[in-house]
C-alpha cells in the first residue's frame, strides 16, 4: 500500500486507513492464543473430547502466565493493547520497536536478539517490511530458549516458518499461538500434529463488533468525501 501513496497523491486519490479499530481485537486474540499455549487448553479439549480421559487419567499440567518475561515486538497501537492486557495478568513487560517510545514505561531492546535473550514469551506485533521479513529466525528461537513460546498476530512472513518447524520438532522452544501464516492459506502440514502448536485462520481482526465498526468508518468517510470534509483516520492529505 505504502508503494502506492505517492501515486494516489498524485492523482487526487484520497488514501484512510482503520486506525485503532481493530487493535483491541487483535489484543485480545493474541493473549488468548498465549494462554491456550500455556494451559494446553485446544489440547486438553481434545484429549476429553476424544474419551481419553477415563482411560488416561488426567492431562499433563500446563503453566501459569503471571509473572512472565513477555517480549513484545513493535510497540504500536496494538502492542500497546497487547501490553495494558498481559501487565494485567502480572507479567514483566519488555519490548522493541523502530524506536524508543518515551510514553511507553516498559523497558526497551534496541533489537529482537536482546529481547529474546531477556524473555520467555516473544508476541509479535509488527508490520512486514523488507527488514523484518524471516526476523523471527533461528537464531532468536535459540536466544528464547527451551521454555520459549511465539505468539504471531502480525504477518506470518516475520517468521521463518522452516527455522520455526525445526525448532519445534527438536523442542528447542516451547511452543506456538499462531493466526498468520507465510503462505496462507497454507501451513506447514508439520504444525498439524502438534499439541503445542495453536492456529487460528487469520482471524484476529474480526469480530462482530470490529467489522460493524468498519463499516461504520467506511460509510462515515464516504459522506465525509461527498461533504468535502476531513476523512478519519486520512494518511495523506491531497
Not at 138 to 148: E, N, Q, T, Y
Not at 184 to 213: G, I, K, Q
Amino acid at each position: 500500500m505504502a508503494d502506492n501513496l505517492p501515486n494516489c497523491k498524485q492523482r487526487g486519490v484520497k488514501v484512510a486507513n482503520a486506525g485503532s479499530i481493530f487493535s483491541e481485537d487483535v489484543a485480545d486474540a493474541a493473549v488468548g492464543l498465549l494462554i491456550d499455549v500455556l494451559r494446553r487448553v485446544s489440547a486438553a479439549n481434545r484429549f476429553v473430547k476424544a474419551g481419553l480421559w477415563p482411560q488416561n487419567g488426567d492431562y499433563p499440567l500446563g503453566h501459569k502466565l503471571s509473572g512472565r518475561r513477555v517480549g513484545i515486538v513493535g510497540m504500536g497501537s496494538i502492542g500497546l493493547d497487547v501490553a495494558k492486557r498481559l501487565d494485567a495478568f502480572g507479567c514483566i513487560i519488555l519490548y522493541t520497536s523502530r524506536n524508543n517510545k518515551p510514553h511507553v514505561k516498559f523497558p526497551f531492546y534496541p533489537n529482537i536478539q536482546e529481547l529474546a535473550a531477556k524473555c520467555e514469551i516473544l508476541v509479535i506485533c509488527c508490520a512486514l517490511t523488507d527488514q523484518t521479513r524471516h526476523m523471527v529466525d533461528k537464531s532468536v528461537m535459540l536466544a528464547l530458549g527451551r521454555d520459549g513460546i511465539i505468539v504471531n498476530i502480525a504477518r506470518g512472513a516475520i517468521i521463518n516458518e522452516k527455522d520455526l518447524v525445526e525448532c519445534l520438532l527438536k523442542q528447542e522452544i516451547a511452543g506456538v499461538g499462531l493466526d498468520v501464516f507465510e503462505d496462507e492459506p497454507n501451513v506447514p502440514e508439520e504444525l498439524f500434529e502438534l499439541d503445542n502448536v495453536v492456529m487460528t485462520p487469520h482471524h484476529a481482526v474480526m469480530t462482530e463488533e470490529s467489522m460493524r465498526n468498519l463499516y461504520e468508518l467506511v460509510v462515515g468517510n464516504l459522506d465525509a468525501f461527498f461533504s468535502n470534509k476531513p476523512l478519519m483516520f486520512e494518511v495523506m492529505q491531497v
